[in-house]
C-alpha cells in the first residue's frame, strides 16, 4: 500500500475516531510488571529475558490467551544488548509461546514500546496479521547505555558528533539554549514525585501493574517511587531516573475481539515520528505531538490525558510550557522522574497507565509522547473503551 493510499485510512476528527467499526485495532489487555530502581532496586539482577519471560507467563495466565492463536510477537527490546531477539524469543518459547509463532524486536530507543505496538497494529490494518503482542522491556541496571562509537569521517559532521553524545549532555543543552533553571527544572521534578507518591498512596498503579513471579519472589509494586521527596531534597537529586521493566499489549480487530468474547479495552488511533537537531533531542515532543493530532484532524482539547516522558527535567519543562497544554491533563500520576524510566517499556508503559486513568475518569483520548536518543520524537493517539 503506497504511503498515499494508507493515510487515507486513518480516522480524520473526533466524531470519527470515536466511531466503532469491525476493522478497527483494538486492545484487549495492556498491563505493566511493578519497576525497580536502576541498580539499587528490586529486579538490579533480574535480565531482559527473565522479566520478559514471566510476562509472559503472567499475560497468558490472567487472559486464559490460547497461545497458538498468536500470530506475531514485537518487543520493544533493551536498547543496548546486541542481540535482544534472540532472548526475547527463547523467552517466549519457555513461556510456553509455541515456537511456530514468530516475534521481532525494534530499537527506536525511548519510543521503542510504541514502536512494537505501532508494528503490530500496521499488520493488522495490513491484514497480515489478526492478533499480535506488542511488549517492550529494559534493563537499566544490567544493560546501561555504552558509548557509540563512530567512524572519524562520520563524526566530522557536526550533527552526526551530536547524535552519539551522553544523552544527559542533550538535557544541559536544552537547558542552557532555552534557559530552564534548575529552580523551574526541580518544580515539574516535584509535580511529577507528588504526584506518584499519590498514585501509590491511593493504590492507582495496582490497576495496571500484573504481578510477575522472579527467583521465587513476586514482584508487583513499584519500588522506585520516593517517599517524602521536598523541594530541598531535589537539590540532591539528578532531574532524571531510569529504571527496569517490562509492559505488554494484545491488539487484534474489533471483530475478532467481539467475535472470541475478548474485553475490548482501547483502540489504536495512530502515531507519528519526527526528527529534530540532536543536541536538542529533549524539544521533539513540541513537534511530535501537534504533528500527530494535525494528521489526525483533532485539536489539543480533544485529549483527555497526555503521557509525555520525563526524560530529564529541563526538556519536559520546556516542552509543557511550549505545548501549553494544561499541566493537569499531563501525566496525572506523575512520569518518569518519579517511577522511572526503562527505555524500551516506556512506550508501552505510558499507554499502560493512560489507558488505566482513562477508565478510572470515564474519559477517552489519550495522547503519549517522548523524545528519542539522536534526536528524533514519537507520539501516539488512544481511545480508551473500558468503563469504570
Known amino acids: 500500500m503506497s504511503r498515499a493510499a494508507s493515510s487515507q485510512t486513518r480516522p480524520r476528527g473526533l466524531a470519527e475516531i470515536l466511531r466503532k467499526n469491525p476493522e478497527d485495532v483494538v486492545i484487549t489487555f495492556a498491563k505493566r510488571t511493578a519497576m525497580g530502581r536502576a541498580k539499587k532496586g528490586q529486579l538490579k539482577d533480574t535480565p531482559v529475558d527473565e522479566m520478559l519471560y514471566a510476562l509472559f507467563r503472567a499475560t497468558l495466565e490472567k487472559t486464559r490467551l490460547d497461545p497458538t492463536k498468536i500470530d506475531d510477537i514485537c518487543v520493544g527490546a533493551t536498547c543496548h544488548p546486541p542481540s535482544p531477539l534472540y532472548v526475547s524469543r527463547a523467552a517466549a518459547i519457555a513461556a510456553g509461546i509455541p515456537c511456530d509463532v514468530p516475534i521481532s524486536t525494534v530499537n527506536r530507543l525511548c519510543s521503542s514500546g510504541l514502536m512494537a505496538i505501532r508494528h503490530i497494529a500496521h499488520a493488522i490494518q495490513a491484514g497480515e496479521t489478526s492478533l499480535g503482542l506488542a511488549a517492550g522491556v529494559d534493563s537499566m541496571s544490567l544493560n546501561p547505555r555504552p558509548t557509540p562509537e563512530i567512524c572519524e569521517a562520520v563524526d566530522h559532521h557536526p550533527q552526526a558528533h551530536d ?139 480533544d485529549i483527555n490525558i497526555y503521557e509525555v516522558n520525563e526524560a530529564f527535567a529541563s526538556q519536559f519543562a520546556y516542552c509543557v510550557e511550549q505545548l501549553q497544554i494544561p499541566i493537569e491533563k499531563i501525566n496525572p500520576n506523575g512520569g518518569s522522574i518519579a517511577i522511572s524510566h526503562p527505555l524500551g517499556m516506556t512506550g508501552v508503559r505510558q499507554v499502560v497507565t493512560g489507558l488505566a486513568e482513562l477508565k478510572r475518569r470515564n474519559e477517552k483520548i489519550l495522547c503519549t509522547s517522548m523524545c528519542i536518543g539522536s534526536g528524533m520524537g514519537a507520539a501516539g493517539v488512544f481511545v480508551n473503551e473500558a468503563r469504570h
Open 163 to 301: 547524535c552519539i553524545q551522553p544523552m544527559g549532555w542533550t538535557s544541559e543543552m536544552v537547558a542552557e539554549t532555552y534557559k530552564i533553571s534548575r529552580q523551574l527544572q526541580d518544580e515539574y521534578a516535584f509535580v511529577s514525585h507528588t504526584r506518584a507518591n499519590r498514585a501509590v498512596r491511593d493504590g492507582i498503579f495496582a490497576d495496571e501493574i500484573i504481578p510477575i513471579e522472579v527467583k521465587g519472589s513476586v514482584i508487583s509494586v513499584d519500588d522506585t517511587v520516593r517517599p517524602g521527596v521536598t523541594m530541598e531534597s531535589l537539590a540532591a537529586l539528578k532531574p532524571v531516573g531510569v529504571g527496569d521493566g517490562a509492559a505488554l499489549c494484545i491488539l487484534t480487530t474489533r471483530e475478532r475481539a467481539q467475535r472470541e468474547g475478548m474485553e475490548i479495552i482501547g483502540k489504536w488511533v495512530g502515531s507519528t515520528v519526527v526528527g529534530v537537531q540532536p543536541r536538542y533531542m529533549g524539544i521533539a515532543p513540541i513537534f511530535a505531538i501537534p504533528k500527530l493530532l494535525g494528521e489526525l484532524g483533532l485539536k489539543k482539547e
